[in-house]
């Protein structure tokens, strides 16, 4: 799991490096427990992997309820930037912070690039 953890935060940096509207991101499991991040050093890991989990649950029970199809991505807009939660596969989440600016076109096409690789590694 070790070399997956490596190859997991590499595939991170990749998405920052390829795409400077993104500012950050991490990896949390979808029940809730963290797997690996490249945030800031004053974010709180488990809080953001809990939240994370608590907000893709009740947004895929919302997307059913009104018949919207398979949920694709959770779009959170705050006035300093943007949060973006999508499914890596079955048991993993992306939670993506892009500038409040960003060109959502293309950090949508990075993340499910990002998306469809990590689940590779964890399913």
Do not use: H
């Amino acid at each position: 799991m070790s070399e997956n953890i490596s190859e997991l935060v590499e595939l991170l940096r990749q998405m920052e490096a390829i795409n400077s509207e993104i500012q950050g991101s991490a990896i949390v499991s979808v029940q809730g427990l963290p797997i690996c991040s490249v945030l800031a050093r004053d974010v709180n890991d488990g809080i953001v992997s809990a939240m994370s989990a608590a907000i893709l649950s009740v947004s895929e029970r919302a997307v059913d309820e009104l018949a919207r199809g398979e949920l694709k991505r959770i779009l959170i807009e705050g006035e300093d930037g943007i949060i973006i939660l999508s499914r890596a596969g079955g048991n993993a989440i992306l939670c993506t912070l892009a500038r409040s600016n960003a060109s959502l076109g293309m950090v949508f096409l990075n993340i499910d690039s990002v998306s469809r690789k990590i689940a590779q590694l964890l399913d």
